[in-house]
């Protein structure tokens, strides 16, 4: 007689709502092995220690779990990336801004990795309700350094067409950013925080010249 595999341990009966959490901690590292189409709910369940019907009970299906995933993540971000762009801008050493702010960007990047691997698996076609949301909190993070620039470029005597160039450079500036942090975390070669970010600055610092010459 073949012998019996060990019954799965049942979880302690916490509840959805208090479930919740320990299945998207479960669920998220599966979603950054294997990606969103790799995983199912019957994975979740197992990493989490569970049966599928109590991941149903949390989430109605995959989809809306991995929603409530990013929105939790999303969320983390956005505060890091709010707190990466300074209040009171140096008008006096835009290099020494730009590195600043980079270097911050990237060091809460490092600080919370899964979050950032995250949001670039979402940005590879899930559902469009999530793409809008986080496409909201870049918005957000952009105009404030829009008005960043606004007064770096204003304090160094631009005067004509100021709002529009400033958009342009908080556009520039975010896509930089993301870019670098995806470097960081998933490109061939090892960077730290503060090297890579004073790099960026002392390349884009030029740009406030090229854009006060007109």
């Not at 019996?4 to 509840?15: D, F, K, N, Q």
Request: one cysteine or more; glycine letters at 8%.
């Amino acid at each position: 007689m073949a012998p019996r595999s060990p019954a799965r341990r049942r979880a302690a009966h916490l509840g959805p709502q208090r479930r919740r959490p320990l299945v998207l901690d479960a669920a998220a590292r599966l979603f950054i092995a294997r990606g969103f189409a790799g995983t199912s709910m019957e994975m979740i369940a197992e990493a989490a220690g569970v049966t599928r019907p109590v991941i149903y009970d949390c989430y109605p299906s995959k989809a809306a779990l991995f929603e409530a995933l990013l929105k939790r993540e999303e969320q983390r971000l956005l505060e890091e990336l709010v707190r990466s762009v300074p209040a009171e801008p140096n008008l006096v050493d835009t290099q020494a801004l730009l590195a600043q702010g980079f270097t911050a960007l990237l060091q809460a990047a490092a600080a919370a990795p899964d979050s950032w691997r995250l949001l670039f698996l979402s940005q590879h076609g899930s559902d469009p309700a999530v793409a809008g949301r986080i496409a909201e909190g870049r918005e957000l993070v952009t105009e404030r350094i829009g008005r960043l620039a606004e007064m770096v470029l204003s304090g160094h005597g631009l005067s004509q067409d100021v709002e529009r160039l400033s958009r342009l450079v908080a556009y520039v500036l975010v896509g930089q950013g993301e870019a670098a942090v995806r470097l960081m975390l998933t490109g061939p070669d090892r960077w730290e925080p503060r090297e890579l970010g004073e790099l960026l600055g002392r390349m884009t610092a030029p740009a406030e010249r090229v854009l006060s010459e007109g």
